[in-house]
Nanobody, 119 residues
Framework: QVQLVESGGGLVQSGGSLTLACAAAGNTDSIIAVAWYRQAPGRQRELVAQINKDQITKYADSVKGRFTISRDRANDMVYLYINTLKPQDTARYYC?????????????WGPGTQVNVSS
Protein backbone atom coordinates (compact mmCIF):
# COMPACT_ATOMS: atom_id res chain seq x y z
CA GLN A 1 0.00 0.00 0.00
CA VAL A 2 1.08 3.54 -0.77
CA GLN A 3 -0.50 6.70 0.60
CA LEU A 4 -0.20 9.99 -1.28
CA VAL A 5 -0.87 13.51 -0.08
CA GLU A 6 -0.63 16.60 -2.27
CA SER A 7 0.05 20.15 -1.12
CA GLY A 8 0.88 23.55 -2.57
CA GLY A 9 -2.34 24.52 -4.29
CA GLY A 10 -3.96 27.90 -3.91
CA LEU A 11 -5.23 31.03 -5.61
CA VAL A 12 -2.74 32.66 -7.98
CA GLN A 13 -2.94 35.47 -10.49
CA SER A 14 -2.50 34.76 -14.15
CA GLY A 15 1.19 34.69 -15.00
CA GLY A 16 2.17 33.54 -11.52
CA SER A 17 3.92 30.40 -10.32
CA LEU A 18 3.22 27.54 -7.96
CA THR A 19 5.01 24.45 -6.75
CA LEU A 20 2.88 21.41 -5.99
CA ALA A 21 4.28 18.64 -3.83
CA CYS A 22 3.25 15.02 -3.39
CA ALA A 23 4.41 13.10 -0.35
CA ALA A 24 4.33 9.30 -0.49
CA ALA A 25 4.29 6.90 2.43
CA GLY A 26 4.12 3.14 2.76
CA ASN A 27 5.60 0.60 0.37
CA THR A 28 7.28 3.24 -1.79
CA ASP A 29 10.04 0.90 -3.00
CA SER A 30 7.46 -0.60 -5.36
CA ILE A 31 6.81 2.68 -7.18
CA ILE A 32 7.91 2.56 -10.83
CA ALA A 33 6.23 5.64 -12.31
CA VAL A 34 4.86 8.94 -11.06
CA ALA A 35 2.56 11.50 -12.62
CA TRP A 36 0.40 14.55 -12.10
CA TYR A 37 -3.15 14.73 -13.44
CA ARG A 38 -5.71 17.51 -13.24
CA GLN A 39 -9.46 17.74 -13.48
CA ALA A 40 -11.43 20.90 -14.10
CA PRO A 41 -15.17 21.12 -13.35
CA GLY A 42 -17.20 19.35 -16.01
CA ARG A 43 -14.13 17.90 -17.67
CA GLN A 44 -12.36 14.55 -17.64
CA ARG A 45 -9.22 14.01 -15.63
CA GLU A 46 -6.20 14.56 -17.86
CA LEU A 47 -2.53 13.69 -17.68
CA VAL A 48 -0.37 16.76 -17.09
CA ALA A 49 3.11 15.35 -16.57
CA GLN A 50 4.68 11.95 -16.06
CA ILE A 51 7.97 10.23 -15.30
CA ASN A 52 7.52 6.69 -16.56
CA LYS A 53 9.26 3.49 -15.53
CA ASP A 54 12.04 4.18 -18.03
CA GLN A 55 12.59 7.60 -16.39
CA ILE A 56 11.27 9.39 -19.46
CA THR A 57 9.29 12.56 -18.84
CA LYS A 58 6.16 13.38 -20.77
CA TYR A 59 3.99 16.49 -20.74
CA ALA A 60 0.60 17.45 -22.07
CA ASP A 61 0.93 19.82 -25.02
CA SER A 62 -0.96 22.51 -23.10
CA VAL A 63 1.69 22.69 -20.37
CA LYS A 64 4.94 22.08 -22.25
CA GLY A 65 7.51 24.72 -21.43
CA ARG A 66 5.57 25.88 -18.36
CA PHE A 67 5.35 22.80 -16.13
CA THR A 68 8.20 20.65 -14.84
CA ILE A 69 7.85 17.35 -12.99
CA SER A 70 10.56 16.22 -10.63
CA ARG A 71 11.00 13.19 -8.38
CA ASP A 72 13.03 13.04 -5.17
CA ARG A 73 13.36 9.29 -4.58
CA ALA A 74 15.35 9.66 -1.37
CA ASN A 75 12.52 11.56 0.30
CA ASP A 76 9.57 9.93 -1.52
CA MET A 77 8.48 13.26 -2.96
CA VAL A 78 7.23 14.31 -6.39
CA TYR A 79 6.99 17.95 -7.41
CA LEU A 80 5.24 19.89 -10.13
CA TYR A 81 6.78 23.27 -10.82
CA ILE A 82 4.25 25.49 -12.56
CA ASN A 83 5.15 28.75 -14.26
CA THR A 84 3.21 31.29 -16.29
CA LEU A 85 -0.12 30.12 -14.96
CA LYS A 86 -3.20 30.67 -17.08
CA PRO A 87 -6.88 30.73 -16.06
CA GLN A 88 -7.36 27.49 -18.02
CA ASP A 89 -4.93 25.81 -15.61
CA THR A 90 -7.59 26.09 -12.91
CA ALA A 91 -8.32 22.54 -11.76
CA ARG A 92 -7.83 20.05 -9.00
CA TYR A 93 -4.38 18.51 -9.35
CA TYR A 94 -3.82 14.88 -8.41
CA CYS A 95 -0.65 12.93 -7.76
CA UNK A 96 -0.58 9.44 -9.24
CA UNK A 97 1.99 6.71 -8.59
CA UNK A 98 2.14 3.31 -10.20
CA UNK A 99 3.48 0.40 -8.19
CA UNK A 100 4.73 -2.94 -9.45
CA UNK A 101 4.20 -6.06 -7.38
CA UNK A 102 5.70 -8.96 -9.33
CA UNK A 103 3.39 -9.44 -12.33
CA UNK A 104 0.78 -7.02 -11.01
CA UNK A 105 0.52 -3.23 -11.12
CA UNK A 106 -1.51 -0.86 -9.01
CA UNK A 107 -2.34 2.84 -9.33
CA UNK A 108 -2.41 5.05 -6.25
CA TRP A 109 -4.01 8.50 -6.05
CA GLY A 110 -3.90 11.34 -3.61
CA PRO A 111 -6.98 13.40 -2.68
CA GLY A 112 -5.77 16.31 -4.81
CA THR A 113 -4.93 19.96 -4.30
CA GLN A 114 -6.93 22.81 -5.80
CA VAL A 115 -5.32 25.39 -8.07
CA ASN A 116 -7.30 28.49 -8.98
CA VAL A 117 -5.90 31.04 -11.42
CA SER A 118 -7.49 34.44 -11.62
CA SER A 119 -7.36 36.51 -14.78
Amino acid sequence: QVQLVESGGGLVQSGGSLTLACAAAGNTDSIIAVAWYRQAPGRQRELVAQINKDQITKYADSVKGRFTISRDRANDMVYLYINTLKPQDTARYYCNEEAEYGDNWWDYWGPGTQVNVSS
